[in-house]
C-alpha cells in the first residue's frame, strides 16, 4: 500500500477555486516528491504523472465528500397519477339512466401531503385541434396520509347524438408538500377510445 510522504502539501478544497495549471503544477510536483522519495523517479513514464496523483488525492480526498460528511437529503415525494381510458359509464347507465363517457383517475404519494386537487378532463378528438368537454376536480382538505389513494371517478360528458366520436383524458393533482404548492406533470390516457356518442 502507498502513502504520501508526511510532509506532502494538499490543496485547498473549500473556499478556493484554483486553476487548471495551478493544480497540474501542484500534481506535478506531489509524484515527483513521491517518486524522488522512493527512488522511481525515472521508472515512471511522464504521461503517468497525472494520473497517479489524481488516484492519490482521491483517496485523500474521499473522506470529505457529501456521503461520508454525514450530509442528509431530503426525502424526495413521489406522486403517482393513474387515469384509465374513456369508457361508456356502466354505472351512469344503472343509476342514473345516463349514456355517457367517462375517464376516472388515481393518485397515491409516499409522503403525508395537504389540500389535495386531483383534477381530470375528457377531450374529443378534433378536426384542428382537441375539445375539452368534461372537467372535475376532487379536492381533499388537510392531510392526505401516505400511500393514501384518491379517486376522482366523477368526470363524465353525456352523449347527445350517435355521431361516432374519439375520446381520451388527461389528469393532473396540485398538493402542499412542505408548505410549498407543488404540481404534477399531466397524464393522458394510454389510449384513445371510439363511442357512438356525439356532444
Not at 12 to 26: Q, R, V, W
Not at 77 to 101: M, P
Request: proline share 4%.
Amino acid at each position: 500500500m502507498t502513502h504520501l510522504p508526511k510532509n506532502a502539501e494538499l490543496p485547498m478544497l473549500e473556499g478556493s477555486n484554483p486553476s487548471s495549471s495551478a493544480i497540474c503544477g501542484y500534481l506535478r510536483r506531489l509524484v515527483s516528491r513521491f517518486c524522488h522519495h522512493r527512488g522511481m523517479k525515472n521508472q515512471i513514464p511522464q504521461h503517468r504523472v497525472l494520473g497517479i496523483a489524481l488516484l492519490l488525492i482521491l483517496q485523500l480526498i474521499a473522506p470529505l465528500n457529501a456521503a461520508h460528511a454525514g450530509v442528509v437529503t431530503p426525502p424526495f415525494t413521489h406522486c403517482n397519477i393513474e387515469i384509465g381510458d374513456a369508457h361508456i359509464s356502466k354505472s351512469l347507465l344503472r343509476t342514473r339512466g345516463l349514456i355517457a363517457v367517462k375517464v376516472n383517475a388515481k393518485s397515491q404519494c409516499n409522503k403525508p401531503i395537504r389540500s389535495l386537487v386531483l383534477t381530470v378532463e375528457i377531450y374529443k378528438i378534433g378536426l384542428l385541434y382537441d375539445h375539452r368537454v368534461a372537467v372535475k376536480e376532487v379536492r381533499v382538505k388537510g392531510v392526505v396520509y401516505q400511500n393514501r389513494v384518491v379517486k376522482n371517478q366523477h368526470t363524465f360528458v353525456k352523449c347527445r347524438s350517435n355521431k361516432w366520436t374519439k375520446y381520451y383524458g388527461i389528469a393532473h393533482a396540485e398538493a402542499l408538500i412542505n408548505g410549498k404548492s407543488m404540481k404534477t406533470l399531466r397524464a393522458r390516457s394510454e389510449n384513445i377510445e371510439r363511442f357512438q356518442c356525439g356532444n
